[in-house]
């Protein structure tokens, strides 16, 4: 793995966009260029790329924390970890290109998430630099709790809008020491079977439903393995279809590319136990029924409602028409909690103007948020 401290180059054209006004696009590999929001705001910006700032800082297995320089590779550092029998337990998508700042700054997380937690869950400090060009350090290498805003966790899922994450320290923990995967015949809509599973003592660590097929991942000791094995019967997986948690990890699998004739993709995030929407097009429930995966030619709009309806959010997975909403649309509280946090950090909206909820980026916006 390439080591490269870039942070004193960063710094500087951090500094000099603060003084200048000069709005920044931050990105790496672009893996993700797709996701969010895609304004005229975010086309004028500067690239300011992390590629080069790569490498790991420190990794004592021991310890069960590594500390990493976020333009490093998602491939790299998992690899790194492998050699060590560990793993990020949030289970990040790899995509081609993928580094775990983008990882990080998506919020994304693979099928183990409602087992082993989030991508939030396991930071423990971060390196930031903020919209005022100041070099920020928070949290460190041990979990405890906090009083006020975690700040780490809280760059998690913010699309890079509250400041560069330049360094991240991260809880890992050991590779399971068995794993397994059982089918079981279905409905495709049939997300309420999930809840009784999840009140069990079960190793679970993934469960989705793709079509009329229910999978569920066992993971843990061999003991354990096999007795919930035994207890939930149903068929072991096949080998033909042994990669098919890696393929809906990474969205390689058929039903992430089968989008035809106007159909976008979707993430509808609801409860696992939220019943099924009212939605036209193609599911593939993950997360035990509480990640949603849609293929449909409906309107944003629709889709936005729908989600809300059911207590929740969806957020576009591809590229879509100008002037279309990729995120749920913020108002009331939520609003006006999100653009003080933004003025913390970023009161010039310097950083990926246009890509995370837009409605925020523009003073008028602004003060009228903090107004109510």
């Not at 080591?3 to 603060?18: G, I, K, P, Y």
């Not at 991942?217 to 019967?233: C, F, I, K, M, N």
């Amino acid at each position: 793995m390439i080591h490269n401290d870039d942070s004193a180059a960063l710094l500087e054209r951090v500094q000099q966009a603060a003084s200048t006004a000069t709005p920044l696009n931050i990105v790496a590999g672009n893996s993700k260029h797709w996701l969010g929001n895609h304004r005229a705001l975010e086309e004028r910006a500067d690239a300011l790329s992390m590629l080069s700032h790569s490498g790991i800082i420190s990794y004592e297995p021991t310890e069960l924390v590594v500390s990493v320089r976020t333009g490093t590779p998602v491939t790299e550092l998992n690899r790194v970890l492998a050699e060590a029998g560990q793993m990020l337990p949030f289970e990040p998508p790899v995509l081609p290109a993928s580094t775990i700042g983008g990882v990080l700054a998506c919020g994304m997380a693979g099928p183990a998430r409602p087992f082993a937690g989030s991508a939030r869950d396991y930071v423990l400090g971060t390196r930031v630099i903020n919209g005022q060009g100041h070099d920020l350090s928070f949290g460190g290498e041990v979990m405890k709790n906090v009083a006020g805003y975690d700040v780490s966790r809280l760059q998690v899922g913010a699309y890079g809008t509250l400041g560069v994450l330049l360094d991240v320290s991260m809880k890992v923990l050991p590779r399971p020491e068995a794993e397994l995967t059982l089918v079981h015949a279905a409905t495709p809509h049939d997300t309420p079977s999930f809840a009784r599973l999840l009140r069990q003592p079960l190793p679970l660590s993934g469960a989705m439903l793709i079509a009329d097929r229910r999978y569920l991942r066992l993971s843990g000791s061999e003991a354990a393995v096999s007795a919930a094995a035994r207890e939930l019967g149903g068929d072991t997986l096949p080998d033909d279809e042994s990669d098919i948690w890696q393929q809906v990890r990474d969205h390689e699998h058929e039903f992430f590319k089968s989008a035809e004739g106007g159909k976008r993709l979707w993430r509808v995030s609801v409860a696992d136990h939220a019943p099924a929407l009212d939605l036209p097009g193609e599911w593939l429930h993950d997360w035990a029924g509480a990640q949603r995966w849609l293929q449909s030619d409906a309107s944003a709009e629709d889709i936005h409602r729908a989600a809300r309806a059911a207590g929740g959010h969806a957020t576009r997975y591809c590229a879509g028409p100008p002037g279309e909403n990729a995120l749920q649309p913020l108002d009331g509280v939520m609003r006006r909690l999100q653009s003080r946090v933004r003025d913390s950090f970023d009161a010039q909206r310097l950083f990926n103007r246009g890509r995370f909820h837009p409605e925020l980026d523009t003073i008028e916006h602004t003060q009228m948020a903090r107004e109510g």
